[in-house]
């Protein structure tokens, strides 16, 4: 089967960096995805990984090793606007998205 | 309007009633997804359609149907519905499926009782 585990709650404080970790298990790989959804909110996207690497953009990083099936989001310099849950996916053989339950940020001052 | 719209906003339905989920994109994307999101468990593909007159079935299928009349519409329909059905559905579309990245619609968030 397909699946995809993310840390269910991290906690974190203002100002500090923090890292994401996701795992994955899928019928193929076309890439990896990470999405921000605030409570009641829609998702919206933060990034997204094909090759192995590091991408970074801003304040926000994520990293991918197919061999290894991981990726993490690292986010510095924490705001409080930052409190979210982080949402992993991967695009599997059939182009569908496989989603991660998702890790709820909890940001303390 | 931009991006994507969803209505109604929020429902109450009865079991056994039928209930169609609007969803619009302007943004002229070949691709749209419904999507349904439940406590504890990941977003969950329930349809989606990779182009006008073209549908798909996803992950959890059974009990929706959809339609892909032109390229802005995409509603799903609950034929009968029961309680297991009560969640928040996302639509989304992106320009392609094999885009990297899908833009949401705000959810609907429906209980059946």
């Known amino acids: 089967g397909q699946n995809i585990d993310q840390p269910t709650e991290m906690t974190a404080t203002e100002g500090a960096i923090v890292q994401i970790n996701c795992t994955y298990q899928?019928?193929?790989?076309?890439?990896l995805f990470w999405y921000q959804q605030h409570a009641g909110e829609a998702p919206t996207f933060l990034s997204y990984?094909?090759l192995d690497g590091l991408e970074e953009k801003g304040r926000f990083s994520s990293f991918l090793s197919r061999s290894k099936g991981y990726s993490y989001l690292l986010l510095k310099e924490l705001q409080m606007k930052d409190s979210a849950s982080y949402l992993c996916a991967v695009r599997d053989g059939n182009y569908q998205l496989i989603w991660g339950a998702g890790t709820k940020l909890i940001i303390k001052p | 309007i931009a991006g994507i719209t969803q209505a109604p906003t929020s429902q109450i339905l009865a079991a056994g009633r039928r209930m169609t989920l609007r969803c619009t994109q302007d943004m002229r994307h070949n691709a749209m997804y419904w999507y349904r999101q439940d406590l504890g468990l990941g977003l969950r593909l329930i349809h989606y359609s990779n182009t006008a007159g073209t549908t798909g079935k996803g992950e959890v299928p059974d009990g929706y149907s959809v339609s892909r009349a032109n390229t802005d519409d995409f509603p799903l329909t609950l034929a009968s519905a029961v309680p297991s059905q009560t969640s928040v559905y996302f639509c989304a579309s992106s320009p392609g499926l094999e885009s990297n990245e899908q833009f949401f619609g705000p959810g609907t968030r429906l209980t059946v009782l």
């Open positions: 899928t019928s193929g790989f076309n890439g």
């Open positions: 990984n094909v």
